[in-house]
């Protein structure tokens, strides 16, 4: 159990946030006995960069970052306008950057790009997606100068350079390329870690820079104040408008179907009610969609109530005492309309606002906290958020916000004075995305799928449901849900031989849509394998009865079951069962077998791997370096294709 200290001297764990000295907030975490918990500064972090004309390449960031999450690695996410130059010192970069009219670029990237001709870039290593249309002459013209330009500056291209085209659709280049980003992505981030010594780091703030913040007469450190795209009407009618109103207008992230109003037909918990094992459901939904083994979805989702309201408790007096309060938002007219969020509704109430349009759990950009700073009343509080937002803040903004995962409900909680205002949380917040699914049986115009309920556990909060898993868990059957067709083009049943799926927890579910389309389609091979793990046979073996069912029919060649937690498993984990079958397997990635790996990003994807590369190494008397190339030519080949996610 952790609290926070304050300067009365007193402990209040359920106030634990709410706290008057600043060297007391930037400590953030310490032991009952004040000793600060230390932190290695190895994390696995890189800068992912946007510049977006239209919101497509900031879309497409977001959604790296939220793959990234899932793989351990840290992302800092910012716009080219937001970034401070002096980051990119020694750091891994990944670029996404569109072209705007005929090879220009977009105009969140001008600043950022006048400031980099003026000034040498410092070391870096990048990777560069570029967005275009190649009905216009110049296609790609814009990232492609860019590209040649971080080269004559000596950075170094640790990934390819890759151009997508809006006019044929720009995932065709986007959805592979992020695919193939993780393993060098990866690889770049340690070597560069490696290099340097490591170091333990307090969460503390030097007490030189303290003293700048106690005697700057500025509560932003000398920037001039953040200008506010809009401006505000407010009136007491009641708010008319109902979900999806407004959401369903915006552009839907990888969409190859139209957003359709699904209706549940049936729930059904897979796993036995017990704390010793994750809460697993199957939901089967109506769709007008026409799906294919290996298709995914998206779900709009919706921010709970409780969070919801809990923030709007923090908000400015007026706001934070109705949260129905009707808002007429009036943009700024010296504001160019393409940098309008278009997520933001002009006419809504503030719980509307936060509860479908914003992503309170995102984390906070500098400009934001530069905002927040300028909202609180305690001239402390606000020095000390002026801080973390600026180019002076940068090291303890990494230490402290990013990788502690604080949002916007934690920093209100840690910064009591602050009263913002939903106006300034709608320029400043991101838009809330939809959270994607795999299909696991598709039959007579309905579609099934299945998920875990996230709990996402924070050092200094309460465990907190996942977004879209704790949204979905209160529907009950009858009841709609909104969702997309967004189809994957890789991981899907092929013609081969020999096919192997590998998968544990909900992971294996997309498998039974596998073995469906085998069987539908008489394709014959010569073996499908199998593999599947979770922790208990008798409380969460999902779909086991379904598998042995395709066992007795011939479909499925064979059937190995892992279980972690299981006295007297033969296997533990499914890696495992690859390294007690290591002959067999390696005779199928020989051959030419196509391997799928399903399931949770935090240990399976990269236990898997690894499993893999050992048993190569061994049995083909390999070098580490000629095992990992083995298993990457087999990626770039499409013979080892991985759905997986935190």
Not at 181 to 199: A, D, F, G, M, V
Not at 264 to 291: C, G, H, M, N, P
Not at 447 to 459: A, D, G, H, K, Y
Not at 514 to 527: G, K, P, Q, V, Y
Request: charged share 25%; glycine share 6%; aromatic share 10%.
């Amino acid at each position: 159990f952790f609290c926070i200290y304050s300067k009365n001297k007193s402990y209040s764990p359920e106030r634990c946030f709410s706290v008057n000295t600043i060297r007391v907030v930037v400590t953030l975490i310490v032991c009952c006995d004040n000793t600060v918990i230390a932190m290695l500064s190895q994390a696995m972090s890189f800068l992912l960069v946007y510049g977006s004309q239209t919101g497509q390449s900031e879309a497409i960031a977001d959604q790296i970052a939220l793959s990234a999450r899932d793989l351990k690695l840290e992302p800092t996410v910012t716009s080219a306008k937001d970034l401070d130059i002096s980051l990119l010192q020694e750091q891994v970069v990944v670029f996404v950057v569109s072209s705007t009219g005929e090879g220009d670029p977009p105009d969140n990237f001008e600043e950022f790009w006048t400031k980099i001709n003026e000034k040498p870039l410092p070391d870096l290593d990048y990777t560069l997606l570029g967005l275009g249309d190649s009905n216009y002459t110049e296609f790609g013209g814009f990232p492609t100068s860019f590209n040649k330009f971080l080269q004559s500056c000596g950075c170094r291209l640790f990934y390819e350079f890759a151009l997508a085209d809006d006019a044929v659709g720009l995932e065709l280049v986007v959805e592979p390329w992020i695919e193939d980003l993780w393993e060098p992505l990866q690889s770049i981030i340690q070597t560069k870690s490696n290099n340097r010594l490591p170091e333990e780091v307090d969460l503390r703030i030097d007490d030189a820079l303290l003293q700048k913040l106690r005697t700057d007469k500025t509560n932003d450190l000398g920037k001039p104040k953040t200008n506010l795209i809009f401006s505000v009407d407010y009136t007491n009618v009641t708010c008319p408008l109902s979900f999806p109103d407004g959401v369903r207008d915006f552009l839907l992230p990888f969409a190859e179907g139209q957003l359709e109003k699904s209706q549940i037909i049936s729930i059904k918990r897979l796993s036995a009610e017990s704390d010793l094992v994750k809460s697993t459901y199957e939901f089967v939904i109506r769709t007008t969609e026409q799906y294919s083994a290996g298709d995914s979805f998206g779900v709009l989702c919706e921010n709970n109530d409780t969070e919801v309201m809990e923030i709007i408790s923090h908000l400015a007096e007026r706001e934070a005492a109705n949260p129905n309060l009707f808002l007429n938002l009036t943009p700024d007219p010296a504001v160019k309309p393409r940098l309008i969020p278009k997520h933001i509704l002009r006419k809504a109430s503030t719980f509307y606002t936060l509860k479908y349009l914003l992503d309170i759990r995102s984390l906070p950009k500098k400009a934001f906290l530069k905002y927040l700073s300028e909202s609180c009343s305690d001239p402390e509080e606000a020095r000390t958020l002026a801080f973390l937002g600026s180019a002076l803040g940068s090291e303890d903004l990494n230490r402290i916000i990013y990788n502690q995962g604080l949002s916007l409900l934690e920093i209100l909680h840690i910064f009591p004075s602050c009263r913002p205002s939903v106006v300034g949380l709608s320029q400043f917040l991101p838009r809330l995305m939809p959270r994607y699914y795999s299909v696991s049986r598709i039959q007579d115009g309905m579609i099934s799928f299945v998920f875990s309920l996230v709990e996402n556990t924070r050092r200094i909060r309460p465990p907190l449901r996942g977004v879209c898993t704790s949204y979905l868990v209160s529907r009950s059957e009858g009841d709609v849900i909104y969702v997309y067709r967004r189809r994957n083009t890789d991981f899907r049943p092929v013609e081969a031989r020999c096919l192997v799926m590998i998968g544990a927890g909900s992971g294996v579910s997309p498998y039974l849509g596998f073995l469906d389309h085998i069987t539908a389609n008489s394709r014959e091979c010569s073996t499908v394998t199998l593999v599947t793990g979770n922790r208990y046979k008798a409380l969460d073996s999902i779909y086991r009865e379904e598998f042995h069912h395709f066992v007795g029919r011939g479909v499925l060649t064979s059937y190995f079951t892992a279980q972690s937690r299981d006295e007297g498993s033969k296997h533990r984990y499914v890696q495992d069962v690859i390294r007690d079958y290591a002959d067999s397997f390696v005779e199928k990635l020989e051959e030419g077998a196509v391997f799928y790996v399903c399931g949770d990003a935090k240990g399976l994807g990269v236990d898997v791997y690894s499993a893999f590369k050992s048993i190569i190494a061994r049995k083909k008397q390999l070098s580490e370096e000629d095992a990992e190339e083995f298993m990457m030519q087999k990626k770039r080949q499409k013979l080892y294709l991985e759905d997986i996610w935190s």
